[in-house]
């Protein structure tokens, strides 16, 4: 329930689709791997799928802007969430590491990434469905002045327990994300989701959403092999 601190488990309609043949195809089309990968990816998503299944939730409780040193609306309100996987998608993707199986750990980062995705547009739906009001825009941690990173520990230490994030911020379970909501009775503005299905290219959350998912693959060290796959040349 929004409003609420309780663990939900991950929506379950997106796992339901996770291992569609639809939903992997068009991981292979977006990623760019050749038809002879299929195989490959779905393996990786029936390994993850239980895991998912058993571990992956979200949580989302009220959040006061007055934290910021701002005012808000009557019109407008804010929550804090989270949404994660799980540890058992990280260690899982550990594991092929170890292995040297580095293809196997890309596909983990992937369809992990896109299920986080469509886990706003989800997020949204919940919103829309149990209150009277609809997501207008999002906040990340370290993407706007009002929001600095330094906030994640504190925007954690009320919503959850099961993340935590280390000095560097570095969230573990490393498939997490943490955010603001902003929320709205003002049906001239709504916010589709990060980025996936949504056509507005002038949309705030575009460029902010775009450029941590990029950061979460690519902030930790690299392996050489690693580095390869994710195109950066050291």
């Known amino acids: 329930m929004h409003g609420e601190n309780q663990l939900t488990y991950f929506f379950p309609v997106l796992l339901e689709e996770f291992h569609s043949a639809e939903f992997l195809e068009n991981v292979r089309r977006k990623f760019h791997f050749e038809e002879e990968h299929t195989d490959e990816i779905r393996k990786v998503a029936e390994e993850m799928l239980p895991v998912m299944q058993k571990e992956a939730f979200w949580v989302s409780t009220a959040y006061s802007m007055r934290y910021q040193g701002q005012t808000q609306d009557t019109d407008t309100t804010y929550e804090k969430a989270a949404i994660s996987l799980g540890k058992g998608v990280d260690i899982l993707q550990e594991s092929y590491s170890e292995k040297g199986l580095l293809m196997q750990s890309y596909i983990v980062e992937i369809l992990a990434g896109e299920l986080l995705m469509r886990g706003y547009d989800a997020y949204n739906r919940s919103v829309a469905a149990h209150t009277d009001r609809h997501v ?4 990340f941690p370290g993407s706007e002045e009002a929001f600095p990173l330094e906030i994640l520990p504190d925007l954690l230490k009320d919503l959850t327990q099961e993340i935590t994030c280390n000095a560097a911020f570095c969230m573990i379970p490393k498939k997490s994300v943490v955010f603001v909501s902003e929320l ?11 980025c996936a299905g949504c056509g507005n290219s002038t949309c705030p959350n575009r460029t902010a959403a775009d450029h941590l998912i990029r950061k979460r693959m690519t902030d930790l060290p690299l392996t050489y092999g690693y580095s390869r796959i994710f195109g950066i040349h050291t």
């Open 136 to 139: 207008a825009r999002y906040h």
């Open 184 to 194: 709205t009775r003002d049906d001239t503005v709504h916010c589709q989701g990060i």
